[in-house]
């Protein structure tokens, strides 16, 4: 059984920075993709960045030069670094990977959600 478990959420003011974590324990015999996702309140979840397990990153327009996504293959775990925050930045992220659960098969996971709060 695989898990997911995000930590670094929280409230931060305009222009703040907060940096999130993400962390897979369990039966993994490799990572693939991961990525963050964020969901606002009356919003569709949507694709923040995504790391490939060969480290090309890709950022939504949204928050490119902002954000900077990075993963510690040896620790199973991927970050998301967050500058200059806005408000509209506000969500719940979501932590995502595709992981090798066997030598033959893969799934998808997904953290519990954190939240971040931009507010002054």
């Known amino acids: 059984q695989v898990q997911l478990v995000e930590s670094g959420g929280g409230l931060v003011q305009p222009g703040g920075s907060l940096r999130l974590s993400c962390a897979a324990s369990g039966s993994i015999f490799g990572i693939n993709r991961m990525a963050w996702h964020r969901q606002a309140p009356g919003n569709q979840r949507e694709l923040v960045a995504t790391l490939t397990s060969g480290g090309n990153p890709y950022y939504a327009d949204s928050v490119k030069g902002r954000f900077t996504i990075s993963r510690d293959n040896a620790k199973n775990t991927v970050y998301l670094q967050m500058n200059s925050l806005k408000f509209e930045d506000t969500a719940v992220y979501f932590c995502?990977?595709?992981?090798?659960?066997?030598?033959?098969?893969?799934?998808?996971?997904w953290g519990q959600g954190t939240q971040v709060t931009v507010s002054s």
């Open positions: 995502y990977a595709n992981i090798r659960t066997t030598l033959t098969w893969t799934s998808d996971f």
